[in-house]
């Protein structure tokens, strides 16, 4: 017998009402974990992906839908550009790494990448079994793409042309799974890495069916070659200013920064995030009056009890805390219970989203979540602070004498 | 042994009431009578430490009960007196046998799981022990609050018109219970009452 039974006591014989109140919490609190959790997990997802790119480099067109195509691998390419412009500014003096790109193709809704041991190099790959792969037609496979496709080395596969569906199967060459990278925990777990040449194999088999080519076209057509994108890496900050305006004024191409487009993407989200914060702001804002109205409406009824517990000995700041605790009680409960809905919608949500590469978890914490579990406390203290004061106002005496 | 001397109250409305002195020896019984409002319930509230007269003092033991602090004098009237109001007031999210234990507890106290079970028996309700109030008879409510005024082994009992919404049988049997329970528990008795079926059964009065 204790304070934590007297009072649990006391809210399970209030059932109804300790539910809606639990609810009430547990919701504000659910959505905002939820809130919390995808938006850590997708400023980290973007962050991660784009780290040690400075820039993007592709055809004209929506320089988010660049940055999303090329380092997140969500949206389509903008097009493609000729690959001896992209060679051009790959030897530029103020780029330290350039990783061309060429994409196109999909294997089971996974993108095949065609570029070259540079892009390795940026990402610092290394192969969990097997090894890069070096020929036309060798592929190494991301940690995600072999679990869930269940490819091993050495086994072959056709590629499907288009970056999601397996509609057009370019049935003429079969890939082969030469390794397996390591698990990185960001894009490259769900990418196909092959050389260019693989890609540009792919392509040109359609012409190649009816005609028959000489050295000098297929000379021409290699000149003619193009690739998706370039992702660059600057020598020296400096080049931030330069570079860019270099391309977008003198190349038919355009460069598009990581930084900035993540940028204007996260506030974009961040109207629905915020609205929705507010939302659920909303939510504590009724859980607490909720329960500083049946709390207070209680006190009419409880005024007995409490008068016979200062009867037998208690003291009026043992009552005050017993009524405080109560509402503690229930906004602990609730934001507990708003963790656990807030991370298993996440993870069924996370369980629903058809692509791989944004893929949301429940199964991992952010601390701002204890900030939450506080903001329960703090708010069953504020709604249960003005009903505990009644224990101040009670005349037991008079409370007792009355027959009721 | 209880002492009251040069008590007066005045309540709200001015009007002011002397009370006598009175001595009570230790398990001696006493009626408490007098008419509705002559002042009988103002006066076993000062004795209990629940009312802070105007003047006078309350010595239960050669202790001072004005003289306490708020939180002495609560945890004093825990341990030393055990109240039984006319309308049994249990608290109605606990079993009969929690809301012993809650006077312990609220007293300061050990809680005496053995002595709970028998002063039970001792009532004749050890079968109510797992029970809820709302599941309880007035009449076995009002055993599970003497339980309760017990359950600490006080120095005194106090009994405030324990019999006025009762027939003559049950009345009889409230008043056996109370005198008996008090003798075997070592506690004085004070039964505040207007109801003429007590006075046989106790011959000390103090008349307001």
Redesign the interface.
């Known amino acids: 017998?204790?304070l934590f039974?007297?009072s649990s006591?006391?809210l399970?014989?209030n059932k109804l009402t300790t539910i809606l109140n639990i609810i009430l919490v547990a919701f504000g609190v659910g959505i905002l974990s939820i809130l919390f959790l995808a938006s850590t997990q997708i400023n980290n997802k973007l962050e991660k992906n784009a780290k040690d790119i400075d820039l993007v480099v592709g055809a004209k067109g929506s320089p988010l839908q660049l940055i999303l195509s090329s380092i997140y691998h969500i949206d389509y390419p903008t097009g493609n550009i000729p690959a001896k412009d992209a060679y051009k500014l790959m030897h530029n003096p103020m780029v330290k790494r350039a990783v061309p790109l060429a994409l196109g193709d999909n294997y089971n809704g996974y993108r095949i990448v065609g570029t070259d041991s540079t892009f390795s190099n940026l990402y610092g790959l290394s192969t969990e079994k097997g090894s890069f792969w070096h020929k036309d037609l060798e592929v190494t496979l991301g940690s995600t793409v072999a679990i869930t496709s269940g490819l091993k080395i050495g086994d072959s596969f056709f590629g499907a042309h288009g970056l999601t569906g397996n509609g057009d199967v370019h049935k003429q060459h079969a890939y082969q799974v030469k390794g397996i990278l390591k698990s990185q925990g960001n894009i490259t777990d769900n990418l196909i890495l092959t050389n260019i040449g693989s890609v540009y194999k792919m392509h040109e088999e359609k012409h190649a069916e009816g005609h028959s080519h000489s050295a000098a076209e297929e000379a021409k057509e290699i000149n003619d070659k193009q690739i998706t994108a370039l992702l660059i890496q600057y020598k020296s900050p400096m080049s931030v200013i330069l570079f860019p305006r270099m391309v977008n004024q003198s190349t038919n191409m355009q460069a598009a920064s990581p930084a900035m487009e993540s940028a204007r993407l996260f506030s974009l989200i961040g109207v629905g995030i915020d609205t929705l914060q507010w939302f659920a702001i909303f939510i504590m804002g009724i859980a607490a009056l909720s329960i500083f109205i049946s709390l207070y409406n209680a006190m009419k009824e409880r005024k007995?009890?409490l008068?016979?517990?200062?009867?037998?000995?208690?003291?009026?700041?043992?009552l005050f805390f017993l009524v405080m605790f109560e509402g503690v009680l229930v906004t602990f409960t609730g934001a507990c219970l708003g963790l656990v809905i807030g991370h298993a919608a996440l993870e069924l949500i996370g369980g629903y989203q058809a692509s791989s590469q944004a893929k949301l978890t429940g199964l991992t914490a952010v601390p701002q979540e204890t900030y939450l579990i506080l903001i329960g406390l703090v708010i069953g203290t504020l709604a249960s602070l003005i009903p505990a004061m009644q224990i101040y106002k009670v005349d037991?005496?008079a409370t007792?004498?009355k027959?009721? | 042994m209880i002492k009251i001397s040069s008590l007066a109250h005045v309540y709200e409305k001015g009007r002011r009431l002397k009370f006598p002195c009175w001595e009570i020896a230790d398990m001696e019984q006493w009626l408490l009578l007098g008419a509705s409002g002559s002042g009988k319930s103002t006066l076993l509230n000062i004795i209990s430490g629940l009312l802070k007269p105007l003047h006078g003092e309350v010595l239960i033991n050669g202790t001072d009960l004005y003289t306490m602090s708020a939180r002495e004098r609560d945890r004093f009237r825990g341990q030393h007196i055990g109240i039984i109001f006319q309308r049994p007031h249990l608290i109605r999210s606990l079993d009969v046998l929690d809301n012993l234990e809650l006077a312990a507890v609220m007293a300061g106290l050990p809680i005496d799981h053995e002595r709970n079970l028998s002063l039970l028996a001792d009532l004749g309700i050890a079968e109510l022990a797992k029970n809820y109030p709302d599941e309880l008879s007035q009449g076995q409510l009002q055993r599970v609050s003497v339980a309760r005024a017990l359950v600490n082994r006080p120095d005194l009992l106090i009994a405030d018109e324990p019999t006025s919404s009762l027939d003559d049988e049950n009345a009889n049997q409230v008043i056996q219970m109370l005198t008996s329970q008090a003798k075997d528990n070592g506690a004085a008795l004070i039964i505040a009452t207007h109801d003429g079926r007590v006075q046989d059964h106790i011959t000390k009065t103090y008349l307001l």
Request: overall charge positive; hydrophobic content about 40%; charged content about 30%.
């Open positions: 017998m204790n039974k007297i006591k006391n399970i014989r007995y009890d008068a016979i517990m200062r009867c037998l000995g208690a003291s009026k700041s043992k037991i005496a007792l004498t027959d009721c």
